[in-house]
């Protein structure tokens, strides 16, 4: 049965709801730095922690007026306050809140990916043991090359999924960090201690040095890691949208009781969660782009990033948490067809182990190049007139002057294809 996916919970994070509560947090959290520095009185922050809350209704009307979101912010909370307003928002500026903000919002967000990629692995790790022996034809440039196993194909996306989870963990480090360094950065107007006080709080990292905000490569590293993981994920859609292809039909994603394929086609049975999958992750590719060039800021601070961030972050967020839990739904329900990967094994007629006889061939002592040109004849022969290849080498008397038909028969043989599977998916972890 294909489960639908909720995206409450990474959407919350990029409601105004949760970013005005982060923003309140910090304004608070500023005062009580400030109170045990005796900056403000310690009753202040007191009164303020107990008073203090905000109305996004009331926050919008304000910014109608002022045009600027925090200083709206900071008035509506205000109202709440009374006379100890005087104190919100003491030797700040707007982007000390909201960058801060920007860093509790992506490392909760990380946590959930976090949370998917471990999810991800988890049933990759199960699918890989099940079909680990499962034998099917290798393809490279699209055409059979040699045999390897479905249960490889997926190891190979675990071990990718797991470099992945390392380079998201990397990134997350990297944005939880916050900023109260005042308008330049300088802290001329709040002590460094205040931000050491809150961003502890916050379970963030005090960014080392800024300007009037957090410099914009980190941001650029994290959007290009959830750009990585979508291509990652494009390219495990990619193998299955060609594996469900009715010419080869060795596997496909998941179709649901009622669902419908094509409007016109009744028979239709589309990879369409995968292609979605692609889709997307040309998104995640695009805000990497825009990530990237929102480094580049004049001076000590402009806003040229600010509007494009406010797209790119959520949406990037939100698109990979779907790719991801839409992925694992695949991976949960993907329908395997070991015959047909076994019909399309032999349908080369044996092809598949020209490699092998070149090998022997070489064993026995002919040049690279000479055997080379031996096994290629009679593979084009093999091609052209659709026979056996085994067959065509046995009528081939060259070849029969260094291969007999014992030989031949111990080469055509799947075994020697499959004899360090176990290595591999030991050396992968599984």
Same mark, same amino acid.
């Given at each position: 049965? @294909?489960?639908?996916?909720?995206?409450?919970?990474?959407?919350?994070?990029?409601?105004?709801?949760?970013?005005? #509560?982060?923003?309140?947090?910090?304004?608070?959290?500023?005062?009580?730095?400030?109170?045990?520095?005796?900056?403000?009185?310690?009753?202040?922050? #007191?009164?303020?922690?107990?008073?203090?809350?905000?109305?996004?209704?009331?926050?919008?009307?304000?910014?109608?007026?002022?045009?600027?979101?925090?200083?709206?912010?900071?008035?509506?909370?205000?109202?709440?306050?009374?006379?100890?307003?005087?104190?919100?928002?003491?030797?700040?500026?707007?982007?000390?809140i909201l960058d801060t903000t920007?860093?509790?919002?992506?490392?909760?967000?990380?946590?959930?990916?976090?949370?998917?990629?471990?999810?991800?692995?988890?049933?990759?790790?199960?699918?890989?043991?099940?079909?680990?022996?499962?034998?099917?034809?290798?393809?490279?440039?699209?055409?059979?090359?040699?045999?390897?196993?479905?249960?490889?194909?997926?190891?190979?996306?675990?071990?990718?999924?797991?470099?992945?989870?390392?380079?998201?963990?990397?990134?997350?480090?990297?944005?939880?960090?916050?900023?109260?360094?005042?308008?330049?950065?300088?802290?001329?107007? @709040?002590?460094?201690?205040?931000?050491?006080?809150?961003?502890?709080?916050?379970?963030?990292?005090?960014a080392p040095i800024s300007t009037?905000?957090?410099?914009?490569?980190?941001?650029?590293?994290?959007?290009?890691?959830?750009?990585?993981?979508?291509?990652?994920?494009?390219?495990?859609?990619?193998?299955?949208?060609?594996?469900?292809?009715?010419?080869?039909?060795?596997?496909?994603?998941?179709?649901?009781?009622?669902?419908?394929?094509?409007?016109?086609?009744?028979?239709?049975?589309?990879?369409?969660?995968?292609?979605? @999958?692609?889709?997307?992750?040309?998104?995640?590719?695009?805000?990497?782009?825009?990530?990237?060039?929102?480094?580049?800021?004049?001076?000590?601070?402009?806003?040229?990033?600010?509007?494009?961030?406010?797209?790119?972050?959520?949406?990037?967020?939100?698109?990979?948490?779907?790719?991801?839990?839409?992925? @694992?739904?695949?991976?949960?329900?993907?329908?395997?067809?070991?015959?047909?990967?076994?019909?399309?094994?032999?349908?080369?007629?044996?092809?598949?182990?020209?490699?092998?006889?070149?090998?022997?061939?070489?064993?026995?002592?002919?040049?690279?190049?000479?055997?080379?040109?031996?096994?290629?004849?009679?593979?084009?022969?093999?091609?052209?007139?659709?026979?056996?290849? #085994?067959?065509?080498?046995?009528?081939?008397?060259?070849?029969?002057?260094?291969?007999?038909?014992?030989?031949?028969?111990?080469?055509? #043989?799947?075994?020697?294809?499959?004899?360090?599977?176990?290595?591999?998916?030991?050396?992968?972890?599984?």
């Amino acid at each position: 049965m @294909i489960q639908r996916y909720s995206l409450t919970k990474m959407s919350n994070i990029w409601q105004d709801e949760f970013k005005f #509560k982060s923003m309140l947090d910090i304004e608070i959290l500023t005062l009580e730095a400030l109170a045990i520095k005796k900056s403000v009185p310690s009753a202040v922050a #007191k009164r303020v922690r107990k008073k203090a809350r905000f109305n996004i209704n009331e926050i919008r009307k304000i910014e109608e007026k002022t045009q600027h979101d925090v200083v709206a912010f900071v008035a509506n909370v205000a109202q709440y306050i009374g006379p100890d307003a005087k104190y919100l928002h003491l030797g700040l500026t707007s982007s000390d809140i909201l960058d801060t903000t920007l860093g509790v919002q992506l490392s909760r967000a990380s946590d959930i990916l976090i949370e998917d990629l471990n999810n991800l692995l988890k049933i990759l790790a199960k699918k890989a043991g099940i079909y680990k022996d499962m034998v099917c034809i290798g393809r490279t440039h699209g055409v059979h090359a040699e045999p390897t196993t479905f249960g490889l194909k997926l190891a190979l996306w675990y071990d990718e999924t797991k470099r992945n989870l390392t380079r998201l963990s990397q990134a997350k480090e990297a944005v939880s960090i916050g900023k109260i360094s005042g308008a330049v950065g300088t802290f001329a107007n @709040i002590d460094p201690a205040v931000e050491a006080y809150v961003c502890k709080k916050l379970g963030l990292k005090p960014a080392p040095i800024s300007t009037q905000v957090i410099q914009r490569d980190v941001y650029a590293q994290y959007m290009a890691t959830l750009a990585v993981i979508g291509s990652s994920l494009e390219k495990f859609a990619t193998e299955i949208r060609h594996l469900q292809r009715t010419e080869v039909l060795e596997a496909e994603e998941p179709f649901g009781k009622g669902q419908k394929g094509s409007s016109a086609m009744p028979h239709k049975k589309n990879p369409v969660i995968c292609e979605r @999958i692609c889709g997307l992750s040309r998104i995640l590719r695009g805000n990497a782009v825009v990530a990237m060039e929102n480094v580049a800021l004049w001076h000590e601070r402009d806003i040229s990033h600010s509007s494009a961030e406010r797209v790119i972050m959520p949406d990037s967020t939100m698109a990979l948490d779907y790719m991801l839990n839409k992925f @694992i739904e695949v991976i949960n329900g993907l329908v395997v067809y070991p015959e047909n990967m076994l019909a399309n094994l032999v349908k080369t007629k044996g092809l598949i182990f020209s490699q092998r006889v070149l090998l022997e061939l070489m064993n026995k002592g002919l040049p690279r190049m000479e055997a080379y040109d031996l096994v290629q004849r009679s593979a084009m022969k093999s091609w052209k007139y659709n026979l056996e290849f #085994k067959e065509v080498l046995l009528e081939d008397t060259q070849v029969l002057r260094h291969l007999n038909k014992k030989e031949l028969d111990n080469i055509f #043989k799947l075994d020697y294809y499959l004899r360090n599977v176990n290595k591999i998916f030991t050396r992968v972890g599984l």
